[in-house]
């Protein structure tokens, strides 16, 4: 059967614009690992990689005001391999994510986002994901990060053994355009179980077993109590497994000048 992102958005829409799930209190920043941007060196690359990757480590950084997200790439770099620039705009090594008038995406918006791993809705997915905050927002613009492996554990009990399904590579047939593509939405990275998924995919076929399974990530993604909720503070940068853990922010005020930049691996 053949289904459309009308089908999955419309089902968290209600909840992501409500006051409940955008004002609550923040769970703090206990889940991170904390780093000095002096520890980044080549010296402890596969240590910092390894630990994002395959164990699901999430760091936190803090840089000087001075700096320039230029050097702050180079550095980035220098650990997590060449950043993937083909959607950002110009080409550029990162996207600034903040609101501007007549948004396209969500990401150029004020609104509050649905939850999801970058890209996807695509076959494949960055590995790695930095956020930088360079300008806050006096109210609102959380952070959200949702655990990929505890949705695989809420799954199973349900469904068991179907869940299976999800890892194999066709299980969901992508329509864009004149171009079809299968993708899976589960994978094993060693210990760990990633995932691939966003509301947003905009046309897709599968079978109604599988689209139920969706629908239950979809709902669970979006529940509070499976939620990290948080609120990076200017200059800091967080960097995470962008197949371990889904993200999203909060809405927050349309003047506001809250700038992001947004760092693929």
Same mark, same amino acid.
């Given at each position: 059967?053949?289904?459309?992102?009308?089908?999955?958005?419309?089902?968290?829409?209600k909840t992501?614009n409500s006051?409940?799930?955008n004002i609550?209190?923040? *769970?703090? %920043?206990?889940?991170?690992k904390?780093?000095e941007k002096e520890?980044?060196t080549?010296?402890?690359?596969?240590? @910092?990689?390894n630990?994002i990757?395959?164990?699901?480590? +999430?760091?936190?950084t803090e840089f /000087?005001t001075?700096?320039?997200? /230029?050097?702050?790439?180079?550095?980035?770099e220098?650990v997590l391999?060449k950043t993937?620039?083909?959607k950002n705009?110009?080409?550029?090594?990162?996207e600034?994510?903040?609101?501007i008038?007549?948004?396209?995406?969500f990401?150029?918006? $004020?609104?509050?986002?649905?939850?999801?791993t970058d890209?996807g809705?695509?076959?494949?997915?960055?590995?790695?994901?930095?956020?930088?905050?360079k300008?806050?927002?006096?109210?609102?613009g959380d952070n959200i990060?949702v655990?990929?492996?505890? %949705?695989?554990?809420?799954?199973?009990?349900?469904?068991g053994d179907k869940?299976?399904?999800l890892?194999?590579?066709d299980? +969901?047939?992508?329509?864009?355009k004149?171009?079809?593509?299968?993708k899976?939405?589960?994978?094993k @990275?060693?210990e760990n179980i990633g995932?691939?998924f *966003?509301?947003l995919i905009?046309?897709f076929?599968?079978?109604q077993? @599988?689209y139920?399974?969706l629908k239950?990530i979809?709902y669970?993604i $979006?529940?509070?109590?499976?939620q990290i909720?948080?609120?990076?503070?200017?200059n800091?940068? @967080?960097?995470?497994?962008n197949y371990?853990?889904?993200h999203?922010r909060t809405?927050f005020?349309?003047?506001s000048k809250?700038?992001l930049y947004?760092?693929?691996?």
């Amino acid at each position: 059967m053949i289904y459309n992102k009308l089908n999955l958005f419309e089902e968290i829409k209600k909840t992501i614009n409500s006051k409940e799930y955008n004002i609550r209190k923040s *769970s703090g %920043i206990n889940f991170t690992k904390k780093i000095e941007k002096e520890k980044i060196t080549l010296e402890n690359k596969k240590e @910092i990689f390894n630990n994002i990757y395959f164990n699901g480590t +999430i760091y936190l950084t803090e840089f /000087d005001t001075e700096e320039k997200i /230029d050097e702050i790439i180079i550095l980035l770099e220098s650990v997590l391999g060449k950043t993937i620039n083909n959607k950002n705009k110009y080409n550029n090594k990162y996207e600034i994510i903040t609101a501007i008038e007549n948004p396209q995406w969500f990401f150029e918006s $004020h609104y509050s986002q649905p939850v999801h791993t970058d890209e996807g809705h695509e076959k494949i997915q960055p590995n790695i994901l930095a956020l930088y905050c360079k300008e806050n927002s006096e109210f609102g613009g959380d952070n959200i990060l949702v655990n990929s492996k505890l %949705i695989y554990k809420l799954l199973i009990e349900k469904y068991g053994d179907k869940v299976d399904l999800l890892f194999h590579n066709d299980c +969901i047939t992508c329509i864009k355009k004149n171009n079809e593509f299968t993708k899976n939405i589960f994978l094993k @990275i060693k210990e760990n179980i990633g995932i691939s998924f *966003s509301p947003l995919i905009n046309e897709f076929k599968c079978t109604q077993e @599988i689209y139920e399974m969706l629908k239950d990530i979809n709902y669970l993604i $979006h529940q509070k109590e499976n939620q990290i909720f948080f609120k990076l503070k200017e200059n800091q940068c @967080i960097i995470f497994s962008n197949y371990l853990y889904l993200h999203s922010r909060t809405f927050f005020p349309k003047n506001s000048k809250r700038t992001l930049y947004r760092i693929w691996f």
